[in-house]
């Protein structure tokens, strides 16, 4: 009996040394679960160009996680395939994120997005300039200050000023909002990839995790691999 109940141990150990070492390989090439790391939509939302794997984030500019999550973005988008694309979606459930969302389009609509969205990010993070006025519940365009600081950064502030609450914004601001609500945007920033697969700390997998942020990604890259062999 114990000639064959000796080897039989060892044989266990080495099984059970075997799966801990495949569950550790697992995690670290990225092998991440839904629900616990993204959220698969319950339908997928059409993207704009099929002909590449969008991957969209959701932001406000006076979200300070999204200030800080800027430059770690901005740094993952320099070593982005040439078969994705990164696109923006400001979000809004109150009026005051509203105004800086028809900023942020106003920027992109006049083709200075690249000159002016740092520096919104800056001015209301840094400055503490809302760019808006609060009038009882709601808040409205400061015009004024809208305007000089588009001026500040070579852009027509007068402008910009007009196209704020133009007929062009107001529709961008609505196809956003119903791209949020189809995105099930539960906070900022968060990401959504492919149409299909949205990427938030608030999951379960990012419980006690320091680098929640570079972890997003890292799940995002995941996923963009996943749909890219998925269509081959």
């Given at each position: 009996m114990n000639v064959v109940v000796a080897p039989l141990s060892r044989l266990f150990a080495l099984v059970f040394t075997l799966l801990f070492s495949l569950v550790a390989c697992a995690q670290e090439d990225g092998?991440?679960?839904a629900g616990q790391h993204y959220q698969v939509l319950p339908q997928a939302v059409p993207q704009k160009d099929d002909s590449r794997i969008e991957v969209t984030e959701m932001f406000w500019y006076g979200c300070g996680h999204c200030y800080h999550f800027e430059p770690t973005l901005n740094r993952w988008k320099e070593k982005m395939p040439e078969d994705v694309a990164l696109l923006k979606i400001p979000a809004?459930?109150?009026?005051?994120m509203e105004v800086h969302?028809?900023?942020?389009?106003?920027?992109?609509?006049m083709g200075v997005l690249d000159r002016l969205?740092?520096?919104i990010f800056n001015a209301i993070n840094n400055q503490r300039k809302m760019f808006?006025?609060?009038e009882g519940r709601n808040w409205n365009p400061d015009l004024k200050a809208i305007e000089e600081l588009f001026n500040a950064h070579g852009a027509d502030g007068a402008k910009a000023a007009k196209l704020m609450n133009s007929f062009t914004i107001n529709s961008r601001v609505k196809q956003g909002m119903a791209n949020q609500r189809a995105y099930?945007?539960?906070?900022?920033?968060?990401?959504?990839v492919a149409g299909k697969y949205r990427i938030s700390t608030s999951l379960p997998g990012f419980k006690g995790k320091s680098n929640g942020?570079?972890?997003m990604l890292q799940v995002a890259d995941y996923l963009i691999a996943?749909?890219?062999a998925e269509r081959s």
């Open positions: 092998q991440f679960k809004i459930w109150q009026p005051l969302a028809r900023m942020y389009y106003v920027a992109d609509t969205h740092a520096p808006a006025v609060k099930q945007l539960s906070g900022t920033p968060e990401v959504v942020q570079e972890l996943k749909e890219r």
